[in-house]
């Protein structure tokens, strides 16, 4: 299922969150042919368009113009435990001190009001998902209802969780930070990359039917390596990588934020403003290596993201190093539209920032009003400068 939002030119694959980006000529003409207004077999522009899209394999009867109310619950993401084990810079979970895991039992209820609210598919998160001992129910559950299985993980103890191997995950998301072990240890804090890869190798021998993606986030770190992140890719397999601005400002991922640690983390993660409007021009010569890697990754399904993508994240990092208002509309971006969050403390959230809807123990009974929800998150400003619009366009 794809949803094209005319506002913004773009379609967004509602599977794999990928966004592909669609001129103003095509974008009108788009527009009428979903408004009923344009025959399909009437139109010879239609056609040429019609053909591009299936290139890049979207087919003009799986895509449904986005409205205000468009709610298409697609990809739910479930924190089943808030501890961790490895103590990476930008998230605090690993500082958990009490123990905080779901049972399969509280869960549950909750993945089958998902699967009537039309979900294909539950992203199981943490914490570290897979030291929640009931993991393997848990995964049994979501199947049973009919719904696939992405494990969003550190990656660090699968091959000490085999059962993992034959569950039929359809998609393992591993978060790697860093493409050699002291990249990765800076952000992830520990000296599991070889560990990591290592894992993801045997993972891929045992269990070739699942999609194995990785998941980077974006500091000076990885953003200025996209060439080793292309060798890493070949060398373990892999099928596809999500990129992940970094949140160095909110108090998600169980962080208590303030100034001071918001500072410290841009100081020692983002890549300076030099480096960013290099990247930036680099991304508007055709002929550059970044330009090229990143056209030819993506136009293989390989990274997620297009260039305008990784121009868009720059461009945000600029404005948080520069404290210039960037992304500034109160319009929420896409994520409500398709997915949720239950979060550490058992609550129900329309996206990581806002304020909760609901909770694991009510939302059986509730009812989902995405225009409220879309009031109230505009009345709130809360959506104004918010990374979700760099990762969810
Ligand atoms: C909280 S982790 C939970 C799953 C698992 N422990 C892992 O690391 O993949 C989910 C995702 O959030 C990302 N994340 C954590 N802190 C972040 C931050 N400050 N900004 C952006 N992404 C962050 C991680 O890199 C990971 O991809
Ligand atoms: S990002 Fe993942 S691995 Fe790192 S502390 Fe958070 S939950 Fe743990
Ligand atoms: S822009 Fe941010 S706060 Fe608003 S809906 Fe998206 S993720 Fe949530």
Not at 135 to 158: A, P, R, W
Not at 169 to 189: C, H, M, N, V, W
Not at 266 to 283: E, G, K, Q, V, W
Not at 386 to 393: E, L, Y
Request: a negative charge; one cysteine or more.
């Amino acid at each position: 299922m794809f949803i094209f939002k005319f506002e913004t030119r773009e379609i967004t694959d509602l599977e794999t969150l990928e966004i592909y980006e669609v001129d103003q000529d095509s974008a009108n003409i788009l527009h009428s042919y979903l408004e009923g207004n344009l025959p399909e077999s009437e139109n010879e522009s239609l056609q040429i368009i019609k053909k591009a899209l299936e290139d890049n394999f979207i087919h003009l009867n799986d895509l449904q113009l986005w409205t205000e109310d468009t709610f298409r619950l697609n990809t739910p993401i479930v924190h089943i435990i808030q501890n961790c084990n490895s103590p990476c810079t930008i998230c605090d979970c690993w500082k958990t001190r009490e123990r905080n895991i779901r049972t399969a039992v509280e869960l549950y209820p909750s993945f089958k009001k998902m699967s009537e609210y039309g979900a294909s598919s539950i992203m199981v998160s943490g914490g570290e998902p897979t030291l929640n001992p009931e993991l393997e129910q848990i995964i049994d559950d979501i199947h049973s209802l009919g719904m696939g299985v992405e494990l969003n993980t550190n990656g660090t103890l699968l091959s000490r969780n085999k059962y993992l191997y034959k569950k039929n995950i359809e998609a393992l998301i591993i978060s790697i930070d860093g493409f050699s072990p002291e990249e990765y240890k800076q952000i992830r804090g520990i000296n599991k990359f070889e560990t990591v890869c290592n894992n993801i190798i045997e993972f891929k021998k045992y269990s070739p039917e699942t999609i194995v993606g990785i998941r980077v986030t974006l500091t000076k770190y990885t953003l200025n390596q996209l060439d080793k992140l292309i060798d890493l890719c070949k060398k373990l397999n892999i099928d596809s990588v999500g990129f992940n601005p970094i949140d160095v400002t909110s108090s998600s991922f169980s962080r208590n934020m303030n100034f001071e640690r918001s500072m410290l983390l841009r100081n020692r993660l983002f890549p300076d403003l030099d480096y960013l409007n290099d990247f930036i021009a680099s991304l508007e010569n055709t002929e550059s290596d970044n330009y090229k890697i990143i056209e030819e990754a993506s136009s293989k399904s390989l990274f997620s993201w297009n260039v305008s993508q990784f121009k868009k994240c720059a461009n945000y990092y600029k404005g948080i190093l520069t404290s210039e208002e960037t992304l500034n509309s109160s319009e929420p971006c896409n994520f409500p539209n398709y997915s949720l969050v239950v979060d550490y403390d058992q609550t129900i959230k329309p996206c990581f920032y806002a304020p909760a809807f609901s909770n694991l123990k009510d939302f059986p009974n509730d009812t989902w009003d995405l225009a409220k929800i879309k009031e109230h998150l505009r009345n709130t400003g809360i959506c104004k400068g918010c990374r979700g619009k760099v990762f969810c366009g």
